[in-house]
């Protein structure tokens, strides 16, 4: 009995296998009991065991497998005020951290961000992604994050992480200065920029974020439906033919009601063209009024980056006046609607601007 009761009261082998994906901190259940010196511990890859005695943070052990004495325990050993070769039981917390990486973490804007786009001025912007977590310092994760919790979930510290992601998120999005329409090319640049913004925040939690992913980047609902047809109005071109082509669409539709009175207003006009004919030459009709021309095509707006910032937008006209004056070279760098990203002036279609730009004159006496 006696010994039954001994070999109860101290603890020798001390290891965690985990069955969960979501744990990020265990704590190794003592009961009471206190840990024999020369005790087993297994600390797996993936893993690191902290130590707390008294609620001090005591010794970090990194994968491996240990035999808890003086000699690999100096930080125990001076909280316990242990002499050297003294093998004395002792109660401590242990915990086991888990140090993989949680994929698969989401994260997105519940409110819009508030952006001024330099085409379409201020304009509300939503993003979403995923990121992967993993603790860098299981320390500093036990003493600022987990405390006494004796089993910690990622799910616990998930939203403050998202926090800070979408405040340093609407800080990049409103300083980046990249249109809206190009955002979706730039969301690996846009991603870059806010993963670095974050990482000293969350290094104070004693976490690192390995990957941080921008999925999609989007304007609100009512935004991009006027955006769609200004895009359908820009492929309908000729605004009469895209009529006409309507029309015809309907007609070719027997059962649709704009085919029956498209239908029954050309079987008027054959109608009357026929009486006309039958009327002879006091009753031929007139000769059909010509087409009004097309209306001239918008001239295009540009934008210009000069030191650091951007300026327009301008009309054709004027970029070519500030070319003629030498207020634009070849390399400036610009922007025009349906653009991919900001190219050198000398690649885009104001390249022929610069052909008309004559040459110095010549020196005087010649």
């Given at each position: 009995?006696?010994?039954?009761?001994?070999?109860?009261?101290?603890?020798?082998?001390?290891?965690?296998l985990?069955?969960?994906?979501?744990?990020?901190?265990?704590?190794?259940?003592?009961?009471?009991?206190a840990?024999?010196?020369?005790?087993k511990?297994?600390?797996?890859e993936g893993?690191?065991?902290?130590?707390?005695?008294?609620?001090q943070?005591?010794?970090?052990?990194?994968?491996?497998l240990?035999?808890?004495?003086?000699?690999?325990m100096?930080?125990?050993?001076?909280?316990?005020?242990?002499?050297?070769?003294?093998?004395?039981?002792?109660?401590?917390?242990?915990?086991?951290?888990?140090?993989?990486r949680?994929?698969?973490?989401?994260?997105?804007t519940q409110?819009?961000?508030?952006?001024?786009?330099?085409e379409?001025?201020?304009?509300?912007?939503?993003?979403?992604?995923?990121?992967?977590?993993?603790?860098?310092?299981?320390?500093?994760?036990?003493?600022?994050?987990?405390?006494t919790?004796?089993e910690?979930?990622?799910?616990?510290?998930?939203?403050?992480?998202?926090?800070?992601?979408?405040?340093?998120?609407?800080q990049?999005?409103?300083?980046?200065?990249?249109p809206?329409?190009?955002?979706?090319?730039?969301?690996?640049?846009l991603?870059?920029?806010?993963?670095?913004?974050?990482?000293?925040?969350?290094?104070a939690?004693?976490?690192?974020?390995?990957?941080?992913?921008?999925?999609?980047?989007?304007?609100?609902?009512?935004?991009?439906?006027v955006?769609d047809?200004r895009?359908?109005m820009?492929?309908?071109?000729?605004?009469?033919?895209?009529?006409?082509?309507?029309?015809?669409?309907?007609?070719?539709?027997p059962?649709s009601?704009?085919?029956?009175t498209?239908?029954?207003?050309?079987?008027?006009?054959?109608?009357?063209?026929?009486?006309?004919q039958?009327?002879?030459?006091?009753?031929?009709?007139?000769?059909?009024?010509?087409p009004?021309?097309?209306?001239?095509?918008?001239?295009?707006?540009?934008?210009?980056?000069?030191?650091?910032?951007?300026?327009g937008?301008?009309?054709?006209?004027?970029?070519a006046?500030?070319?003629?004056?030498?207020?634009?070279?070849?390399?400036?760098?610009?922007?025009?609607?349906?653009?991919?990203?900001?190219?050198?002036a000398?690649?885009?279609?104001?390249?022929?601007?610069?052909?008309?730009?004559?040459?110095?004159?010549?020196?005087?006496?010649?």
């Amino acid at each position: 009995m006696v010994f039954g009761f001994l070999k109860g009261e101290f603890i020798d082998v001390i290891s965690w296998l985990d069955d969960t994906r979501d744990t990020m901190v265990w704590r190794f259940e003592r009961r009471d009991n206190a840990i024999k010196y020369g005790a087993k511990l297994t600390v797996r890859e993936g893993q690191a065991a902290v130590f707390i005695n008294e609620g001090q943070l005591a010794d970090v052990f990194t994968p491996g497998l240990y035999e808890l004495q003086t000699n690999n325990m100096p930080i125990m050993t001076t909280l316990q005020h242990w002499d050297h070769g003294f093998q004395s039981p002792f109660k401590c917390e242990i915990y086991f951290v888990n140090t993989t990486r949680f994929n698969d973490l989401k994260w997105g804007t519940q409110n819009p961000i508030m952006c001024r786009d330099p085409e379409f001025g201020p304009v509300r912007i939503r993003a979403f992604g995923n990121y992967s977590m993993r603790v860098s310092d299981p320390g500093v994760f036990m003493k600022e994050v987990v405390g006494t919790d004796g089993e910690f979930t990622s799910d616990e510290i998930s939203n403050q992480i998202r926090n800070v992601i979408l405040q340093q998120m609407s800080q990049v999005l409103a300083k980046s200065g990249i249109p809206v329409l190009d955002m979706a090319a730039n969301t690996m640049d846009l991603a870059k920029l806010v993963s670095t913004a974050i990482a000293p925040a969350i290094a104070a939690y004693g976490l690192v974020l390995p990957e941080f992913y921008i999925e999609n980047v989007s304007l609100p609902e009512e935004v991009e439906k006027v955006l769609d047809k200004r895009t359908s109005m820009g492929i309908a071109g000729d605004l009469n033919k895209y009529m006409q082509f309507n029309a015809a669409e309907g007609m070719a539709q027997p059962g649709s009601a704009m085919g029956a009175t498209m239908g029954a207003a050309m079987g008027a006009g054959m109608g009357f063209g026929m009486g006309q004919q039958q009327a002879g030459p006091w009753g031929a009709a007139p000769a059909a009024a010509a087409p009004p021309p097309p209306p001239p095509p918008a001239s295009r707006a540009w934008h210009v980056v000069e030191n650091g910032a951007t300026k327009g937008p301008f009309s054709e006209a004027e970029i070519a006046a500030m070319v003629s004056s030498g207020g634009l070279t070849k390399a400036a760098q610009v922007w025009t609607a349906g653009q991919e990203g900001w190219k050198a002036a000398g690649d885009t279609d104001l390249s022929r601007l610069f052909s008309m730009v004559p040459p110095p004159p010549p020196p005087p006496g010649q």
